[in-house]
C-alpha cells in the first residue's frame, strides 16, 4: 500500500519565530563587540593622552620652596621708604600673619568647598556654572584655589582643552603635595589683585594704606570680590561694582557660616577710607634714588633687584634733598630771569581756549602757594593793571608789577598767552578757590648739579643731578665731564706746598706767553680782570683767583706732578699734560670734585663718597655692608694750611657771597673758559656740597658776568643757609703741632 510521508512544513510558527530572534541577538552581539571596541579604543586614547599629557607637566615639587618675585625697598638715612623696584608689587606674608575673616573671605568667594575637594570639585562646577546662568553674568568661577594655583605657577596662561585637562590634573597633584594651608598661603600671595598689586599684602597697602594684617572684615571682603575681575571691581575706579560684589562675598560667608548676617550687616555699613595707589613715577623719583639703583642693578643684576626682594639702605637725607631741590631751582630760576623774558611758550586760538583749560586742570590740580603752574591769559583789567588768568581749576590775577622783571614783553601779553606763573596767595579765601594772585615766571633753559656729603664719614646726604628729574635723568652731578676752571686751583697750590713753597711765598703776576705745540701755537694766559698785580704772596693768588700767577705755579712744580697730584686725592677723570691744566681746562665730574675737596677738609685723609649703607636680602641676612676707609694723601698741616688760605676765598676773595652763612667755611669758585661753566666747591667742618651750572649744550655761554660767584655761590649759600640752621657752629680743627 502506498502512502506518502507527513509533509514536514518548516513554516509553522515556531520555526518563524526562531529567525528574526538569532539576527537580533547576532546584530547586539556585533553591537557590543564594536562598544567594547570603542570603549577599549578610548581608554587606551585617554590613557595615552593622559601619558603624553602626564610627560610634558612641570613637578609640583617645586612649591615647596615657594619663591614669589617680591618688591625690592629703598630706604632714606632716617628710614623713610623713598623707592620700589619690582616686576609684580608684591610683599610676602605667611599664613598666620593674615587676619581669619580674610582667609574665609577667598574661601567664601572663590572656592566653599576647598577644605573637601581634592583640588578638583566636579561639584562647585556645577554649581558656578548654575549661579552664572541665572545671572546672566559670571559671578562665581569653576576654577578651584588649587587649580588657580597651578595655573599662575605651573602652566603658560592660553586658554586651551589640553591646557585645561593639565590644570586639572596638576591641581590634583598638588592636593596631595601640599597642605591646605601651605595652598592657601601661595594663592593668597600670588593673586592679582589689581592696580599693580599681586598678593594680599600689596593689595592692602594699594588699596587701603595699611598691612594686611590690619584689615576689618569689610576691607577684607571688598578684597576677596577682586580675582573674579580685578579692574571691574576696583573699589578706586567702579566703586558700585566693587560693593556689589563685597555684598556678594559676605553673603557668601553668612552661607557658610563664617560670620553672622549682624556682622555681614556691620561691614556693609561701615565707611572705608581709600588711599592713592603708591606708584613710583618719575615725579616721585629723584637723582639720589636713580643713582643708587644703578649702583644695584650693576652689583647684583637686574633680576634680582626687579625680582628678589633686596632691602636698600642708603644714606640720602630726605630734608636735605628736599632742601637741595629747592636751592638749585631758586639759583637757576634768578639766574634765567636777569638774561631777559622769552615771551610767552604758546599762543591759544581763543576757539580752543575751552580745551587748554580742561588740559592746565589736570596739571594743576593740587595748587599752593610758591608752586609754579601754567596760565592762559583770558585778558587785562586796566582798573587794576592786572592780567586775567586761567588756571583750569581756579582763576588767577597777574599785576604787571609782578612781572617788571620781564621789561617790556612783560607787559605785551595777548588774550590766548599761555606762561608761566608763580602763585603768591589767594586774593580771597572762598570755595571754588580763587582769584589767586601770581607772578610771572618762566622755565630756565640752563641747567645746574649739587653734591653733599658729610665728609667726616664720606655719606652722601643728598645730590640732585639737574633741574627736573622727571624732564632728563641725565645726572649732571655724576656722568656730566665738565671744565672746572679755578675751582681747580687748590690742587696746584696744595701740591706747591708739598713742594716746599709756604703761604707767604712770593709769586709773580705778570704777562708772559707759552709756545706749547699741544695749546695750537703761542698762549698767553689772562686774568679775568685783564689786570697784573705784581708781586703776590702765594695765599692772595689764590684766595683772589689769579691766573697768570696759577700758571706760573704749575710750569715751576711741573705738569704731571699736578695731574698726579689731583688724581691722587680722587680725580679720576683723564686731565691733559698742558699747563692749561693750571686753569681747569680739563673736564672733571662733580662727584670726582668732591671726593678730592673731602681730603681738605678731612685734615689729608681721602674718604670715598657712598651712597649705600647696607642691603639685606629676602630674609633679612646681610649681603654688604659699609664700611669707611680712609687713605691718608696729603700732610695734615698741608690740608689745614689749604683750607685756611680757602677761608679767606669767602672772607675776602671771590666767594664773599658766602660770607653770609655766618660760620666757619672754605671754598673755591670756578669759572671756564668764555664762562660756559660755572662752580662753587665749600664745606663747613661737617658738611661739604659743591654746585655747578651751565648749559647742556657746551658751547652756550652762561653770559657776562655770570662767574662761580655770581652764578653757583648763590645756590650753594641757599643751601648750606637752610640746612645747617639751628646746628651748632663748629670750627675747623686745627692739627696737633
Request: aromatic fraction near 10%; include cysteine.
Amino acid at each position: 500500500m502506498m502512502y506518502r510521508k507527513p509533509h514536514k512544513d518548516y513554516s509553522t510558527p515556531r520555526q518563524k519565530r526562531k529567525a528574526p530572534i538569532s539576527w537580533l541577538r547576532g546584530l547586539f552581539l556585533g553591537a557590543l563587540g564594536v562598544g567594547l571596541c570603542v570603549v577599549v579604543f578610548g581608554i587606551l586614547a585617554a590613557l595615552g593622552f593622559y601619558l603624553q599629557l602626564e610627560r610634558s607637566l612641570p613637578s609640583v615639587k617645586s612649591l615647596k620652596e615657594y619663591r614669589p618675585a617680591i618688591v625690592s625697598s629703598m630706604y632714606a638715612a632716617d628710614g623713610s621708604l623713598i623707592g620700589e623696584f619690582y616686576n609684580e608689587r608684591r610683599s610676602l606674608v605667611p599664613l598666620e600673619a593674615m587676619p581669619a575673616h580674610l582667609i574665609e573671605a577667598f574661601i567664601a568667594a572663590e572656592d566653599t568647598r576647598f577644605f573637601e575637594h581634592p583640588g578638583l570639585d566636579a561639584i562647585g562646577i556645577a554649581r558656578a556654572m548654575l549661579k552664572n546662568v541665572r545671572a546672566g553674568e559670571i559671578v562665581q568661577g569653576g576654577s578651584t584655589i588649587t587649580q588657580q594655583v597651578a595655573k599662575a605657577l605651573l602652566l603658560t596662561p592660553e586658554r586651551t582643552w589640553t591646557r585645561k585637562f593639565k590644570e586639572g590634573i596638576l591641581a590634583y597633584r598638588i592636593d596631595h603635595y601640599l597642605t591646605k594651608d601651605e595652598t592657601l598661603h601661595i594663592y593668597l600671595n600670588q593673586v592679582y589683585l589689581g592696580e599693580g598689586a599681586y598678593g594680599v599684602e600689596a593689595a592692602a597697602q594699594t588699596y587701603f594704606g595699611k598691612h594686611v594684617r590690619d584689615l576689618s572684615l569689610a576691607e577684607s571682603a571688598l578684597l576677596a570680590g577682586l580675582p573674579q575681575a580685578p579692574s571691574r571691581y576696583s573699589p578706586l575706579r567702579h566703586y558700585n561694582q566693587a560693593r556689589e560684589r563685597q555684598q556678594y562675598v559676605l553673603q557668601q560667608m553668612v552661607t557658610q557660616q563664617y560670620i553672622t548676617a549682624q556682622e555681614s550687616q556691620e561691614a556693609l555699613n561701615e565707611r572705608i577710607s581709600f588711599s592713592n595707589p603708591k606708584r613710583w613715577t618719575l615725579k616721585q623719583m629723584n637723582y639720589f634714588i636713580e643713582q643708587a639703583r644703578r649702583e644695584v642693578e650693576a652689583r647684583y643684576g637686574h633680576e634680582a633687584l626687579y625680582t628678589q626682594g633686596l632691602q636698600i639702605y642708603t644714606t640720602l637725607d630726605p630734608r636735605a634733598q628736599e632742601l637741595a631741590e629747592k636751592a638749585l631751582d631758586r639759583g637757576l630760576r634768578e639766574l634765567d630771569k636777569r638774561h631777559g623774558y622769552r615771551g610767552a611758550h604758546q599762543s591759544i586760538a581763543q576757539s580752543k581756549w575751552r580745551d587748554f583749560a580742561k588740559n592746565l586742570a589736570q596739571h594743576n590740580r593740587n595748587l599752593a602757594e610758591g608752586n609754579v603752574a601754567e596760565a592762559l591769559i583770558t585778558g587785562f583789567d586796566s582798573k587794576s593793571k592786572s592780567f586775567q588768568l586761567d588756571l583750569g581749576t581756579a582763576k588767577a590775577q597777574l599785576p604787571v608789577s609782578a612781572a617788571s622783571w620781564a621789561g617790556g614783553r612783560g607787559t605785551a601779553f595777548r588774550p590766548g598767552d599761555a606762561i608761566m606763573v608763580r602763585l603768591v596767595k589767594l586774593a580771597e579765601k572762598q570755595k571754588p578757590p580763587g582769584p589767586w594772585l601770581v607772578s610771572l615766571e618762566q622755565e630756565p633753559e640752563v641747567q645746574g648739579a649739587l653734591l653733599t656729603i658729610n665728609h667726616r664719614t664720606g655719606a652722601v646726604l643728598c645730590m640732585v643731578g639737574g633741574r627736573s628729574f622727571e624732564e632728563s635723568q641725565f645726572n649732571r652731578a655724576v656722568q656730566a665731564i665738565r671744565q672746572p676752571g679755578s675751582s681747580f686751583k687748590p690742587f696746584v697750590y696744595s701740591a706747591a706746598l708739598d713742594r716746599g713753597y709756604t703761604p707767604a711765598s712770593v709769586l709773580e703776576d705778570s704777562p708772559i706767553s707759552f709756545g706749547d705745540h699741544s695749546l695750537q701755537g703761542r698762549w698767553t694766559p689772562a686774568n679775568y680782570d685783564n689786570r697784573f698785580w705784581g708781586p703776590i704772596l702765594l695765599r692772595s693768588a689764590l684766595v683772589h683767583s689769579r691766573n697768570v700767577v696759577t700758571v706760573r705755579l704749575l710750569q715751576a712744580i711741573g705738569v704731571n706732578y699736578v695731574r698726579d697730584y689731583a688724581r691722587n686725592m680722587g680725580i679720576s677723570s683723564a686731565l691733559t699734560p698742558t699747563l692749561s691744566l693750571a686753569l681747569g681746562a680739563s673736564g672733571v665730574t662733580m662727584w670726582d670734585m668732591v671726593t678730592a675737596y673731602s681730603v681738605f677738609a678731612e685734615q689729608g685723609e681721602r674718604i670715598e663718597p657712598y651712597m649705600i649703607e647696607k642691603i639685606l636680602d629676602r630674609n633679612g641676612q646681610i649681603l654688604e655692608e659699609h664700611r669707611m676707609r680712609r687713605a691718608g694723601v696729603l700732610s695734615p698741616e698741608t690740608a689745614f694750611i689749604m683750607t685756611n688760605i680757602m677761608q679767606g676765598v669767602i672772607e675776602e676773595g671771590t666767594g664773599r657771597r658766602a660770607r653770609k652763612l655766618g660760620r666757619p667755611a672754605a671754598g673755591k669758585t670756578g669759572t671756564s673758559n668764555d664762562i660756559k661753566d660755572a662752580w662753587f666747591m665749600g664745606y663747613t667742618p661737617s658738611v661739604l656740597t659743591g654746585v655747578w651750572v651751565g648749559y647742556d649744550d657746551v658751547d652756550i655761554s652762561l653770559g657776562k658776568g655770570e662767574t662761580g660767584g655770581h652764578a653757583a655761590c648763590p645756590i650753594w649759600l641757599y643751601f648750606m643757609e637752610d640746612y645747617l640752621r639751628d646746628t651748632p657752629v663748629e670750627q675747623f680743627e686745627v692739627p696737633s703741632g
